[in-house]
Nanobody
Framework: QVHIVESGGGLVQPGGSLRLSCAAS????????MSWHRQAPGKEREFLAF???????NYAGSVKGRFTISRDNAKNTVYLQMNSLKPDDTAVYYC??????????????WGQGTQVTVSS
C-alpha cells in the first residue's frame, strides 16, 4: 500500500529555514519523479521543485536559489530545504510522486500536506 507522509512544517520567522520531509512507503522514491508543491489560502496549487529518477532537478522561479530538493534513497525519503523564507511562502506544502510506464499507465501519489507559516 502506498503512503506519502510530509513532515517538518511549522511556524518560522522571515529569513528563517525549514526542512520538509516526504517519507514514502509502498514504492521506491528513486524510481519516481518526486516533486514539491504548495497551496496558499485562496490560491491554486503551485509547483515548486522536482527531482527526477535520474537526478535532474528543476525549480520554480519563485523559489530558485532558496529551496533545494534532495533524496535519501536509504531512507526512501525526499526533502525540501527551504532557506530565506518569506511571508509569501506561507502555504500547505505537498509532496508528489509520479511515474509513467511504457504502456501509458501513470502512478500519481500525493501526501496529505504540511503547513508552513512564515510570520514574525
Amino acid at each position: 500500500q502506498v503512503h506519502i507522509v510530509e513532515s517538518g512544517g511549522g511556524l518560522v520567522q522571515p529569513g528563517g529555514s525549514l526542512r520538509l520531509s516526504c517519507a514514502a512507503s509502498g514504492f521506491t522514491v528513486s524510481g519516481y519523479t518526486m516533486s514539491w508543491h504548495r497551496q496558499a489560502p485562496g490560491k491554486e496549487r503551485e509547483f515548486l521543485a522536482f527531482l527526477s529518477a535520474g537526478g535532474t532537478t528543476n525549480y520554480a522561479g519563485s523559489v530558485k536559489g532558496r529551496f533545494t530538493i534532495s533524496r535519501d534513497n536509504a531512507k526512501n525519503t525526499v526533502y525540501l530545504q527551504m532557506n530565506s523564507l518569506k511571508p509569501d511562502d506561507t502555504a500547505v506544502y505537498y509532496c508528489n510522486a509520479r511515474r509513467t510506464y511504457a504502456l501509458g499507465r501513470t502512478d500519481d501519489y500525493w501526501g496529505q500536506g504540511t503547513q508552513v507559516t512564515v510570520s514574525s
